[in-house]
């Protein structure tokens, strides 16, 4: 944000925070490390916590106040916080002035967001509308976190302005203990985006269509033009495999036959590729439909390199045991495969992959030798070079007088719903999400045994339940205009009427993605998995537990 | 927090009995019913939700007094309602011995066997309800023995707090109207009556006091058998609330001032300088404090506190709130132990009358100070009379004691800086600040300045509480009670009670300041003073004292709950000639494991664990050479 491709702040922030607003985020879940540190700040700071989730989540339950808005009602919540900010005068007009830009037109944009307009569209009261955005203004240090309840949306990127846009109203950024923050998902999601696996960016977020100087760097260290156009985010590559203008795929540890929405249509794509290559771990849903399978080392312990948190930290990782036999080193892989496509790369290092990244993007991470790395335990990006200690938050340029770099900009954005909406055919909104003993699609995570373990399940009210005459265990058929599955019914109270809830932990057992709607955000290519319309049906009596 | 609930429901009355408690439940989301629209979209919680963990224990004691054990299910309802988790409720359940998670049922007999007891008919008594009723229920967190809930049944009990009035009985009836009776003089007969389900009897009396009625010498006791403890308007026409009034004058700083000036010293058993602790909290800066009142009185051969809360509540009332005038405290708490009913029932009624009266609540008699003051009650834990134990159990913990520094001036109940005085001592703060804390140190010397009171017990012939000047001599104080009955010698002095030592009739001329008491190696404690006589089998008493220890250490750190068990193995084997080694193996055993305790332990029960013992060896000749 603001130019800048990750959360603002470490995570030792939070725990001197004074409010946080955890959005969209069931933290205590899916990030639980870091919410250790958002526990040390309720513990012993006396950290105030906000949680705006449909759900009554593990998170939201140990929040000061949960905010139980409706799927989707993110951008309408958050501008009529904006709203009642700038009317009661607690919005920080000094940062304004000084940090950023288009003000006039975002409190223009914002005017028609009361209040009263806001409550019936968010169902949040509002007076605990008013309550939350006086909290998150007159904080010392507030900062907001989110996670996939912001992202997984049709409108992703406005949802997270929407979010940004509250933080520059309210000077919270660039100072310690505030700031804008999304928790990352992996261990290293921010490290394949530093490491330039994103369309349109070049290793360093360097972008690929604007920046030309760094373009030449890269072409003078590669020998290669490189074509100054933006790659296709996985959505794209489905819709290109559509209509015929891709037809063969390249796959690197990801597992897009069950990770994506409307699994249907994603299989039958992925059967019709004249050429599919998967580079794994293990032999995934996806593998099962290669050509070519290249069963690769797991690079956290079988492997050397680096990896990147959610914090911005650079960390190093140590090859302590040898891959299982015929599985080879990533590194290696992909240098065979050059040498065989005709360019001889040689035999490179994790480390000499690495130095070379710190030449191409000194200003990222020209400091980063793995000495330092080691010495310090990992060092947070941007670090120049190799007298700076890492940068523990962005953006302290906005503090200064006069500003360093270019302002900030607010942004405008609109409310606007899920894609699909409950209707008599289909009456139920299902929403999606993580538990906290699985992982993803389970390719970690289902081979051991848990305790925890049980199964995929539709969490669904007790009012619901009562409607439909279920109790716990009754098996129900899921139906949304994209597909059906069956699966075992859980009463959970943290659901409202209307509100059903699905992870998709064990697509083996039950495939939640056949029923999840492919519409993306054109900007991040995420489909909106938090919210499709389905028809929850009884089907019979008695436990059919997923395993 | 995200708490994981267990699927056990609580029945209607479980429920009622919490509710009582606690109120209504007020959102779904704390044991309510779900229906308003509000309660789908929001709900508070977070740090006000985490501090009424405090009404834990409260909620559990209602439990327990509805249907005499605590279920699944009415712990569940209670975590419900309180946020907590089942595993952290049941850790505390667990910890107190008047709780039980097995079934009991409605009527039990607590009857006490402790050293005072048994020099007065207990062993006799418990063998009797052996004989008749079998073997005595154990305290375990799973009953195997499936109890019938309309028969009563027994179990033995620690020291209770009435030694003057040996033996001594707890009875407590569960129900809608729950009940329970502290009583004396218990007989096999009236033992079995109740066992048979004879109606409760009356309270036992308060304990005699010594000297009489009107005496000028009875400072603490004045009131006590002469005002009306239910009678505010008794209390204030026999001087009450005029050192209150001393005090707003003299202003906070002031009464601080003679607080200090008097020396006083506390009476729980530490001796630590009272004007000190005040002193520390008041400099705190501005925010929540607290004063705490310790009514925890739970060392053996202590009762002095009780018959201060029983018979004069308004002097305690008074005296905290004067504590809080002077610290900027507003809030009180009385922690009183769970086996002193009557005081209990005493000191709520005086509190609700203080606060109708408006001597508590915003604006304190019209002085323009608010102070305010909650009951709370223990539940059979000798570990929470330890200060910050007992903070952990108000806050709904389990009663264990925190590593100090810090210390509770600096952060006590929940944290916050905290005076926290035993009984006796807020009850001297009275005539301190009434007439000045220059005259309060000129009775006495040193730092053992004022009168004391001497609870005494076992084989005296007028047991009872005296009031006298520290530097009365442990001679007189005996010779006041009568002494020994015609033909016994005495044999021995526990001097301050089961955490202190015992001292030979060779020391008796010693007078019971802090310094002598410390130079003779022995300790004032909480002024016990229990005799015994050359009938007395001393060797079981000690043993009872180390069983006591191992029964009461909390078992949080290791030199104390492996030292008291080893201790008491170590005893066992010298008294029935089954040593590992000689003898002097044995004894060199016990200073080790005492010398570890002392050393290692968190608090001052495993530090103190080895005092009484270490003294009946090296003082008594206890334990030489074993017996048959």
């Known amino acids: ?70 799927v989707g009602s993110d951008i309408a919540l958050a501008n009529a916080m904006a709203r009642e900010i700038i009317h009661a005068g607690l919005a920080n007009q000094a940062f304004i002035a000084n940090a950023t830009e288009q003000f006039e037109q975002y409190a223009g944009a914002v005017e028609s967001y009361t209040l009263e307009w806001a409550e019936p569209v968010t169902g949040i009261p509002a007076d605990v509308i008013r309550e939350a955005a006086h909290a998150f203004a007159t904080a010392e240090r507030a900062m907001i976190c989110w996670t996939l309840g912001i992202t997984e949306h049709h409108n992703a990127v406005e949802n997270v302005l929407a979010l940004i846009n509250l933080t520059l109203l309210c000077g919270h950024v660039g100072r310690w203990g505030a700031g804008c923050n999304p928790l990352r998902g992996q261990n290293n999601v921010q490290g394949g985006g530093d490491m330039g696996a994103i369309p349109n960016k070049l290793p360093g977020f360097q972008d690929i269509e604007i920046d030309f100087q760094a373009r030449a760097r890269f072409e003078q260290a590669w020998g290669r033009p490189i074509q100054p156009k933006a790659g296709w985010n996985l959505t794209q590559m489905f819709h290109a495999m559509e209509r015929g203008a891709l037809s063969a795929l390249y796959v690197i540890g990801e597992n897009p036959a069950q990770s994506d929405a409307d699994a249907h249509r994603i299989g039958a794509l992925l059967e019709g590729l004249e050429h599919l290559v998967v580079q794994e771990i293990f032999l995934t849903k996806t593998a099962q439909y290669a050509h070519v399978v290249l069963p690769a080392a797991a690079t956290w312990c079988e492997g050397d390199g680096t990896v990147t948190n959610s914090e ?70 941007p670090c120049p070079d190799e007298s700076h200690p890492g940068t523990t938050f962005l953006h302290a340029r906005l503090w200064d007088t006069p500003r360093g770099g270019r302002a900030a900009p607010f942004s405008i954005v609109h409310h606007d719903p899920p894609w699909e909406a409950r209707d008599p055919q289909y009456p139920f909104l299902l929403t999606t999400g993580r538990r906290l003993e699985s992982y993803n699609t389970g390719v970690q995570s289902s081979g051991y045994a848990s305790p925890l373990h049980r199964g995929e399940t539709l969490d669904i009210s007790p009012e619901d339940a009562l409607q439909l005459g279920l109790s716990d265990g009754d098996l129900v058929r899921v139906t949304s205009r994209r597909g059906t599955v069956d699966v075992p019914c859980r009463i959970d109270t943290a659901l409202r009427a209307s509100l059903v809830f699905m992870t998709l932990h064990f697509p083996d057992d039950v495939a939640t993605n056949l029923l999840t709607i492919d519409v993306a955000d054109p900007r991040s290519g995420t489909a909106e998995f938090k919210a499709c319309a389905v028809r929850v049906e009884p089907i019979g009596v008695g436990a059919v537990a997923g395993r | 927090m995200d708490v994981k ?61 509805r249907v005499g054990w605590i279920s699944e299910g009415g712990l569940n309802y209670v975590c419900e309602r309180l946020d907590v988790p089942p595993a952290e409720a049941w850790g505390v359940a667990t910890f107190y011995a008047l709780l039980s998670t097995a079934p009991r049922p409605v009527r039990m007999l607590h009857v006490c066997d402790d050293i005072g007891c048994r020099q007065r008919g207990a062993r006799d008594l418990c063998e009797a309800l052996r004989s008749s009723h079998g073997e005595p229920v154990v305290h375990h967190a799973d009953g195997h023995v499936v109890l019938d809930a309309a028969r009563p049944a027994w179990m033995t009990s620690p020291c209770l707090g009435l030694c003057d009035q040996a033996p001594a009985a707890l009875v407590t009836d569960a129900g809608t109207v729950p009940d329970e009776r502290l009583i004396g003089h218990v007989s096999v007969e009236s033992a079995r009556g109740l066992m048979a389900g004879a109606p409760l009897p009356a309270h ?24 009306d403890p239910a009678s505010l308007d008794a209390y204030r026409a026999s001087g009450g609330y005029t050192a209150l009034a001393r005090a707003v004058t003299l202003g906070a700083s002031g009464v601080i001032g003679e607080v200090v000036l008097s020396r006083l010293a506390g009476r729980g058993g530490a001796a630590f300088p009272t004007g000190k602790k005040w002193e520390a909290v008041a400099a705190q800066s501005a925010g929540i404090k607290y004063v705490v009142c310790n009514a925890d ?127 006796e001592t807020l009850a001297n703060v009275l005539p301190i600040v009434r007439h000045g804390g220059a005259a309060f140190a000129s009775v006495g010397s040193g730092i053992s300045t004022g009168t004391r009171l001497w609870c005494l017990s076992g084989a005296v012939q007028r047991p009872g509480l005296y009031e006298a000047p520290m530097t009365t001599t442990l001679h007189a104080l005996i010779a006041r009670s009568g002494g020994v009955a015609p033909g016994r010698t005495l044999r021995a002095v526990l001097l301050g009670g089961a955490a202190s030592t015992f001292v030979t009739p060779e020391q008796l001329a010693m007078p019971l300041t802090f310094e002598a008491a410390r130079s003779a190696g022995a300790s004032l404690g909480s002024g016990v003073v229990m005799v015994f006589d050359d009938q007395d089998d001393m060797e079981d008493h000690v043993l009872r004292i180390a069983a006591f220890f191992r029964d009461e250490s909390c078992g949080q750190c290791v030199p104390c709950r492996v030292g008291t068990v080893r201790q008491e193995e170590a005893l066992h084997r010298l008294t029935h000639r089954r040593t590992i080694g000689s003898v002097a193996d044995e004894h060199a055993l016990l200073a080790e494991l005492g010398a ?28 030489a050479g074993g017996r048959a």
């Open chain 2, 297 to 423: 009185e739970s060392e053996p051969g202590t009762f002095k506190d009780r018959v201060l809360l029983s018979e004069d509540p308004f002097a305690i009332i008074e005296a905290m709130t004067i504590a809080g005038f002077a610290t900027g405290a507003t809030r009180g708490f009385v922690y009183i132990r769970g086996e002193y009913p009557l005081a209990a029932e005493r000191v709520t009624r005086a509190v609700d009358a203080a606060r109708q009266a408006g001597c508590l609540g915003a604006n304190v008699a019209g002085h323009g100070f608010a102070f305010d003051i909650e009951v709370r009650r223990g539940a059979g834990a000798y570990i929470c009379g330890e200060e910050t134990a007992l903070f952990e159990s108000i806050a709904g913990r389990r009663g264990e004691p925190r590593s100090k520094p810090p210390f509770p001036v600096h952060a006590g109940l929940f944290g916050k800086p905290t005076v926290v005085n035993n009984v």
């Open chain 2, 204 to 227: 036992a009396p308060s304990s005699a006091v010594h000297p009489a009625a009107g005496d000028p010498a009875r400072v603490l006791l004045a009131r006590v058998g002469v005002v």
């Open chain 1, 312 to 381: 911005r930290r650079v960390q190093r990782v140590r090859h302590a045991v040898e891959p299982p036999a015929g599985a080879r080193d990533e590194l290696a892989i992909l240098t065979e495969m050059a040498r065989r496509l005709g360019h001889d790369w040689g035999t490179p290092t994790a480390e000499s992959v690495w130095n070379e990244f710190r030449v191409l993007a000194p200003h990222f991470a020209g400091g980063m030798s793995y000495a330092r790395l080691e010495a310090l335990g990992g060092i947070q990006w």
């Open chain 2, 5 to 65: 609930l267990m699927d056990a429901r609580a029945t209607d009355d479980e429920q009622q009995a919490v509710d009582r408690v606690l109120g209504a439940p007020q959102s779904p989301w704390a044991g309510g019913a779900r229906g308003a629209h509000r309660d789908f979209h929001t709900a508070t919680g977070g740090a006000a939700r985490r501090l009424e963990r405090t009404m834990l224990l409260p909620a559990l004691r209602a439990l327990q007094e």
């Open chain 1, 1 to 70: 944000m603001f130019g800048a491709g990750g959360g603002t702040s470490s995570y030792e922030e939070v725990e001197d925070a004074d409010v946080v607003f955890l959005w969209g985020s069931n933290a205590r879940e899916a990030h639980p490390i870091w919410f250790h540190h958002l526990l040390k700040g309720i513990r012993h700071h006396g950290t105030r916590l906000y949680v705006m989730d449909p759900r009554r989540t593990a998170s939201a339950q140990w929040a000061d106040q949960w905010v139980g808005l409706r």
């Open chain 2, 596 to 623: 570890a305790m002392k050393d290692g332990s968190i608090c001052g029960l495993g530090q103190t664990a080895y005092a009484a013992v270490e003294s009946a060896i090296t003082t008594l000749g206890l334990f």
